[in-house]
């Protein structure tokens, strides 16, 4: 007993106190990008031919944040197209709205007043691992701890589908998930709303044209919110869960 009071003395306060903390990341991190619309035709072509995930449309010179991995292969080669912030703010309502011409705008959750009205004191979400690699999963896992501390906001993961608002959904969607995916789907009580978190949940991501993937979510289920990134940091799933819901 006499460790466990001197360790926890000595670990000290360690909770975040998000949002009012300024958050600031290693400079390794790719956050929202930011795209130039004055860069060349050439540095445009370069890098759509270079990314993995063909997030980018050199036509439209857009980027496709939902599709986008962040491996930061763009940052590799000299071009004035995209850079990235250390901002880890990024979240959309709408598939549409991942799809940059020059910066992911933060959406207006003022729109949001049933959900906030039915949600915003106390919400149970369940998570779903739809056949990911588990690093959304992971990134998910680490709010329960005392430096996110997702759980005084009223925000909490339950185990059962029955006990929870709505669900958070991570991976591609495989074959073999689908139909367990949909059976929770239909075990959540309604009104309930659907998050989707990663690339692979958005998109598909890198296993999108596989014939044993179904390629995104919103191919199944009504999508309340999209969260990208591969996978999201742990700061940008919280900002949205508390914008969504509060």
Same mark, same amino acid.
């Given at each position: 007993?006499?460790?466990?009071?001197?360790?926890?003395?000595?670990? *000290?306060?360690?909770?975040?106190?998000?949002?009012?903390?300024?958050?600031?990341?290693?400079?390794?991190?790719?956050?929202?990008?930011?795209?130039?619309?004055?860069?060349?035709?050439?540095?445009?072509?370069?890098?759509?031919?270079?990314?993995?995930?063909?997030?980018?449309?050199?036509?439209?010179?857009?980027?496709?944040?939902?599709? /986008?991995?962040?491996?930061?292969?763009?940052?590799?080669?000299?071009?004035?197209?995209?850079?990235?912030?250390?901002?880890?703010?990024?979240?959309?309502?709408? $598939?549409?709205?991942?799809?940059?011409?020059?910066?992911?705008?933060?959406?207006?959750?003022?729109?949001?007043?049933?959900?906030?009205?039915?949600?915003?004191?106390?919400?149970?979400? $369940?998570?779903?691992?739809?056949?990911?690699?588990?690093?959304?999963?992971?990134?998910?896992?680490?709010?329960?701890?005392?430096?996110?501390?997702?759980? $005084?906001?009223?925000?909490?993961?339950?185990?059962?589908?029955?006990?929870?608002?709505?669900?958070?959904?991570?991976?591609?969607?495989?074959?073999?998930?689908?139909?367990?995916?949909?059976?929770?789907?239909?075990?959540? #009580?309604?009104?309930?709303?659907?998050?989707?978190?990663?690339? /692979?949940?958005?998109? *598909?991501?890198?296993? $999108?044209?596989?014939?044993?993937?179904?390629? *995104?979510?919103?191919?199944?289920?009504?999508?309340?919110?999209?969260? #990208?990134? /591969?996978?999201?940091?742990?700061?940008?799933?919280?900002?949205?869960?508390?914008?969504?819901?509060?």
């Amino acid at each position: 007993m006499n460790n466990l009071i001197i360790n926890r003395i000595t670990q *000290g306060y360690r909770t975040v106190e998000f949002p009012s903390d300024k958050i600031q990341l290693p400079e390794a991190y790719l956050g929202r990008p930011v795209l130039n619309p004055y860069a060349s035709d050439e540095d445009v072509q370069k890098v759509a031919a270079l990314c993995p995930a063909d997030a980018i449309n050199p036509d439209e010179r857009t980027l496709d944040l939902g599709k /986008c991995l962040f491996c930061g292969k763009c940052q590799s080669i000299k071009q004035n197209f995209i850079s990235f912030t250390r901002d880890y703010r990024m979240f959309a309502l709408k $598939r549409e709205d991942l799809i940059i011409k020059d910066t992911l705008n933060e959406p207006d959750t003022s729109s949001l007043k049933t959900i906030k009205k039915l949600f915003g004191k106390s919400v149970y979400m $369940r998570e779903v691992c739809a056949g990911g690699c588990n690093a959304c999963d992971a990134d998910i896992n680490v709010l329960n701890t005392p430096v996110y501390d997702l759980s $005084r906001f009223g925000i909490k993961f339950v185990a059962s589908p029955r006990h929870a608002d709505g669900l958070v959904i991570t991976g591609p969607i495989t074959k073999n998930m689908e139909l367990a995916l949909m059976k929770t789907y239909d075990a959540t #009580p309604s009104p309930k709303f659907i998050i989707a978190v990663g690339t /692979c949940a958005i998109s *598909g991501g890198i296993f $999108r044209e596989n014939e044993e993937v179904v390629g *995104g979510v919103d191919k199944i289920l009504p999508v309340d919110l999209y969260i #990208p990134g /591969c996978p999201p940091h742990p700061f940008t799933n919280l900002y949205a869960f508390v914008k969504f819901f509060k």
